[in-house]
C-alpha cells in the first residue's frame, strides 16, 4: 500500500467531515430532545448533513491546494452541487413518501384486524418499516455544507 493516500489532505478533510458531521449529530439531538441517540452516528439523514459536510470539505480543499480557477476545483464544486441538491430533493422526497406510505401500512393492517380477515402478527415475522429519513432539510443541507467549509479552512489556516 502506498502511504501518500495518508498524505491526501482534500480525502483526509472530506473523511474527517463525514465523521465530524455525524458525531455532532448526537449531542445536537440530545439538546432537541434530551436523549441520547448513538445509532444517529451511522444513520442517514439529520443535523447537520454529513454528505454536505464532505463534499464542501473536498471542494474547499481542492480550491485551497489548486485554485477556485482550476479545473479540478470546477469538478469539485458542481459535484458538491449535485449532492447537495440530491440530499436535500430527491433523498428528502423519497423520506416524506417512506413515511406516507408506512402509515398507509399501518392504517391497512389495522383494518385487517378489525374485520378479523387478518391472522394475528404475534410470535409471526412482522413487516419491517421503510426508512424515512434518507434525505436532509435545506437547513441541514446548508449547516453541513457549512460544517465542512469550516473545517477544512480551519485545517489550511491553522495546521499546514
Known amino acids: 500500500m502506498n502511504l501518500s493516500l495518508l498524505q491526501n489532505t482534500p480525502l483526509l478533510i472530506a473523511l474527517f467531515s463525514v465523521i465530524f458531521a455525524q458525531f455532532v449529530k448526537i449531542p445536537i439531538h440530545f439538546l432537541m430532545t434530551r436523549q ?68 398507509l401500512r399501518k392504517d391497512f393492517q389495522t383494518l385487517l384486524h378489525d374485520l378479523k380477515k387478518w ?13 424515512t429519513l ?7 443541507v446548508f449547516f453541513g455544507a457549512l460544517t465542512g467549509i469550516f473545517i477544512a479552512i480551519i485545517t489550511y489556516e491553522f495546521f499546514i
Open 36 to 103: 441520547v441517540k448513538w445509532s444517529l452516528f451511522t444513520s442517514t439523514g439529520g443535523m447537520p448533513s454529513s454528505h454536505s459536510a464532505s463534499v464542501t470539505g473536498l471542494a474547499t480543499s481542492i480550491a485551497y491546494e489548486t485554485g477556485l480557477a482550476s479545473p479540478i476545483f470546477a469538478v469539485a464544486a458542481m459535484f458538491s452541487i449535485i449532492v447537495m441538491y440530491d440530499a436535500s430533493g430527491v433523498r428528502y422526497q423519497a423520506g416524506q413518501h417512506a413515511a406516507i406510505l408506512n402509515q
Open 134 to 140: 434518507l434525505g436532509h432539510k435545506r437547513s441541514e
Open 119 to 131: 391472522p394475528q402478527m404475534d410470535g409471526q415475522e412482522k413487516m419491517e418499516e421503510l426508512k
